[in-house]
């Protein structure tokens, strides 16, 4: 079973920040938070990970609470293209990737 | 390397039939993750393989169904008899074997059995 909560929908306006919450309040101190979303009729596509610092690369920005229970994903300029399913999740050591249902994100103009 | 391709992208069969599918991982990458998603669902994992030895598969995969990855690089899923339920779209992944390594998905094989 997924290890994290998710709100199930959420909607943003194009050109503001996007802002996804995640709960892992169970998490292990060896365990790694994940982002993937996936677009309509694609396969899930990496965005980021991190353990317990904040994360940045050229798609989004990882907040990890410090005690590590929960995180945010931070799209800082949603574009159209972004309407996505967004899934978090905890991965421990090399274990395979459990999805959740994830939270679909709207983007509108 | 173009990334992970499978093959067909859509595939419709007729109830009792078999399928098989393939995947050709990105060459350097020794894990190779199959996934099974249904409508408003995340993907479920199946099964996985690290070079050509089958590692780990879910207690979802029926006797029905059959993975090979034989010289560890592409791999075939194969699902016998197929059964109305068994529409879905079908994930391939793969991977680096470390924790530090995300996946990389293909765009996945579309069945409908009918």
């Known amino acids: 079973d997924a290890k994290t909560t998710q709100p199930p929908s959420m909607d943003c306006a194009e050109g503001r920040a996007a802002n996804l919450p995640c709960n892992h309040s169970?998490?292990?101190?060896?365990?790694?938070v994940y982002w993937y979303r996936q677009i309509h009729s694609q396969g899930p596509q990496y965005i980021i990970h991190?353990?317990?610092n904040n994360e940045t690369n050229e798609m989004a920005s990882l907040i990890i609470t410090e005690d590590r229970k929960s995180s945010t994903l931070i799209l800082p300029h949603a574009t159209l293209r972004d309407t996505a399913v967004y899934y978090c999740?905890?991965?421990?050591?090399?274990?395979?990737?459990?999805f959740g249902t994830g939270t679909r994100l709207q983007v509108f103009p | 390397d173009t990334g992970v391709s499978q093959n067909p992208r859509h595939k419709i069969t007729k109830r009792g039939q078999n399928v098989t599918f393939r995947c050709d991982p990105i060459?350097?990458?020794?894990?190779l993750y199959w996934y099974r998603q249904t409508l408003g669902q995340g993907p479920e994992f199946l099964t996985y393989?690290?070079?050509?030895?089958?590692?780990?598969k879910s207690r979802l995969l029926s006797d029905r169904f059959s993975a090979e990855r034989p010289k560890g690089s592409f791999s075939t899923l194969e699902i016998q008899r197929t059964e109305q339920g068994d529409s879905a779209m079908y994930l391939c992944?793969?991977?680096?074997?470390?924790?530090?390594?995300?996946?990389?998905f293909g765009s996945g094989t579309r069945l409908t059995v009918v």
């Open positions: 992944a793969s991977s680096l074997a470390s924790v530090n390594y995300g996946y990389t």
């Open positions: 169970t998490i292990s101190g060896n365990e790694y």
């Open positions: 991190g353990l317990k």
């Open positions: 999740i905890v991965r421990e050591n090399t274990d395979k990737l459990i």
């Open positions: 060459s350097e990458h020794n894990r």
């Open positions: 393989f690290q070079n050509e030895a089958q590692l780990e």
